[in-house]
C-alpha cells in the first residue's frame, strides 16, 4: 500500500504546519475544557483528567499550568512555561473557540441558533422523547438487557451513553451517572458524517452533484491542477492533497506536528488552510484519512449556503437538525466563524441516534425525502481508491465494516469518533447503536462494545438481507 501511494505520488513541497508543538497543543487542550465545562457541563477535574486528549494529550497536560475555569466568563485559561496565556471562551451556540495569539476576540459575529420545534418532552419519539410505551415483539429482551450491561460492564471504558434502536424505536439505553438523554457529548470525527450529510441536503436541493468538480475558490487559477478534484472525492477522502495525518500508513509520531490535528489547533482560517494545500496524488486514486477533506466539505457548505443569500451559521439545524428532531446539537467554529465538523461538535446520544435512523430509513424522515435518493447507498459503498489499497474500510464519510471490524454483518456502516464514540448502522437487522464516552477509556471500550454487539445480533433477529 505504501509502495503503491508512492509510485503515483507528485512532485509537490511538503510545509509542515508552523507554531509551537506545546503551544498547539495547549489549544487544544483549552478548547476542549471549554466546552466540557460549558457544553457537557463535566466538573473540572473530571474533565482534565479523562477528556479531549485528541487535541489536547494528556502526557502534554503536564508541561503547562491547571486550567483555569472562569464561569463568569464561560472561558478556560492555560498559562505555558513562557508566561504567554491560551484562552478558550465560549460563544454561544458556536461553542467554544480557543482566541487567536494577540485577540481577545473572535473575527465573526455569533448567531444564536436555536431549535423551532416544540419541547422535546411534549412529542412523540422520534420527534420528541416522549417513548412509546407498548413492547417491541420478536426480541430477546434478556439478551437485550446483557448487551447494554456489557456496554457499561468495565469501568474503566469511561462509557458515558449507549442507546440501542430497533425499526426506529429504541429498545435499549444507559447513561453514566451526571449524564443524560439531552446532555451534548464530545463525538469528534462522527462529525465528518455530519458535514456529509449536510453535503446530502445541498445535493437534494440542487445546489451540488456528487460528479462536479469541487468549486473551491483558490483552485480557480488557470491550469490549477487541483480543479480535477471532484465532490465525490473529497466525500471518499480521496481528493489526493497533501497533508500528514496520524492515520496515515507511513505517519511518523515522531516527526512535525501533523496538519491533521492543526485543523484543530492552529487558530486559523481552516477553510483557506486545506484549500490551499498542493496535490500530492491525482485524485480518486489513493485513499486517505484526513481533514483536508472534510473541513473542504465544510468550506463547499458554506460556499452554497451564502451564495443562496441564507445565514450560514444556523443552516444546519433549519435544514437538517430541525427536520428530524434534534435539539442539542453544537457545531464549533474556528475563529472565522467556519464550522470544524470534521470533529469539533457536541451533541447527545440520542440524537446521534435519530441521525443514524436517517441513513437506516434511506434519507427519508416523516415522509420527507432529505437525502437524494441513491445518497445512503454512495456514502455505504466502498470508495474506488480505497478499494485500490485493498482496505475495504471507507465510503463517504462513512466507515464500513466490511473488514469484520466488530461482530455484525459486513454490510453494517458508522460513523466513527475518537475516544469510542461510534454510530452504527446495521440495516440487516434495523439496527442503530450509538456509543459514547470519555476518551480515558477508549482502549477498553473496544472490549466491552463487542461484546455488546455480540449479544444484540443474538437479541434483534435479521428483517431483510442485506
Not at 489499497?389 to 464500513?400: C, E, H, M, S, T
Request: charged letters at 20%.
Amino acid at each position: 500500500m505504501i509502495a503503491r501511494a508512492k509510485a503515483l505520488e507528485l512532485n509537490t513541497p511538503y510545509v509542515p504546519p508552523p507554531g509551537d508543538v506545546l503551544e498547539l497543543h495547549t489549544s487544544g487542550y483549552a478548547k476542549t475544557m471549554c466546552s466540557a465545562a460549558f457544553i457537557t457541563g463535566l466538573n473540572p477535574d473530571v474533565a482534565v483528567e479523562n477528556v479531549g486528549f485528541f487535541t489536547g494529550p494528556y502526557a502534554w497536560r503536564q508541561a503547562v499550568g491547571r486550567p483555569v475555569f472562569d464561569y463568569a466568563k464561560k472561558e478556560v485559561r492555560i498559562t505555558l512555561p513562557n508566561g504567554r496565556v491560551i484562552t478558550a471562551r465560549h460563544f454561544g451556540s458556536q461553542g467554544c473557540v480557543t482566541l487567536p495569539s494577540g485577540r481577545d476576540d473572535v473575527l465573526f459575529t455569533p448567531v444564536r441558533v436555536s431549535s423551532a420545534l416544540p419541547g422535546a418532552d411534549s412529542l412523540p419519539w422520534p420527534m420528541g422523547d416522549v417513548l412509546p410505551t407498548d413492547p417491541v415483539s420478536g426480541l430477546d429482551t434478556a439478551k437485550l438487557a446483557q448487551a447494554v450491561d456489557a456496554a457499561f460492564a468495565a469501568p474503566e471504558a469511561y462509557t458515558a451513553a449507549f442507546v440501542v434502536t430497533h425499526k426506529g424505536r429504541i429498545v435499549g439505553e444507559r447513561y453514566r451517572p451526571g449524564i443524560t438523554p439531552s446532555t451534548p457529548l464530545e463525538s469528534w470525527s462522527m462529525g465528518k458524517s455530519v458535514v456529509g450529510t449536510l453535503m446530502g441536503v445541498l445535493i437534494k436541493q440542487g445546489a451540488y452533484t456528487l460528479d462536479q468538480p469541487a468549486p473551491i475558490p483558490e483552485w480557480q487559477a488557470a491550469g490549477d491542477p487541483r480543479q480535477k478534484i471532484r465532490i465525490s472525492d473529497i466525500l471518499h477522502m480521496s481528493s489526493g492533497l497533501r497533508i500528514k495525518a496520524p492515520e496515515d500508513p507511513d505517519f511518523d509520531p515522531q516527526g512535525t506536528y501533523p496538519d491533521h490535528t492543526y485543523f484543530y489547533t492552529g487558530r486559523i482560517n481552516i477553510f483557506n488552510y486545506a484549500a490551499t494545500r498542493p496535490q500530492q496524488w491525482p485524485p480518486n486514486t489513493v485513499g486517505r484519512y484526513r481533514n483536508t477533506d472534510p473541513v473542504l466539505a465544510s468550506y463547499l457548505v458554506r460556499l452554497a449556503v451564502e451564495k443562496r443569500g441564507e445565514e450560514y451559521l444556523s443552516f444546519p439545524q433549519r435544514a437538517l437538525f430541525d427536520k428530524i428532531g434534534i435539539r442539542s446539537m453544537v457545531m464549533e467554529t474556528d475563529p472565522y466563524g467556519n464550522f470544524m465538523t470534521q470533529g469539533y461538535e457536541f451533541m447527545a446520544a440520542r440524537d446521534w441516534s435519530r441521525l443514524g435512523n436517517l441513513y437506516l430509513q434511506d434519507g427519508v424522515w416523516n415522509g420527507e425525502r432529505i437525502l437524494p435518493e441513491g445518497y445512503v447507498n454512495f456514502v455505504s459503498t466502498l470508495a474506488p481508491a480505497w478499494a485500490a489499497d485493498k482496505r475495504p474500510i471507507y465510503g463517504g464519510f462513512f466507515w464500513l465494516n466490511g473488514s469484520a471490524q466488530y461482530p455484525v454483518p459486513t454490510s453494517a456502516y458508522y460513523m466513527l469518533g475518537a475516544g469510542g464514540q461510534i454510530t452504527l448502522i446495521v440495516p440487516s437487522h434495523d439496527l442503530v447503536v450509538v456509543r459514547m464516552g470519555f476518551d480515558r477509556g477508549a482502549t477498553p471500550s473496544e472490549t466491552s462494545l463487542r461484546k455488546a454487539l455480540s449479544l444484540l445480533m443474538e437479541a434483534v433477529p435479521r428483517t431483510n438481507g442485506k
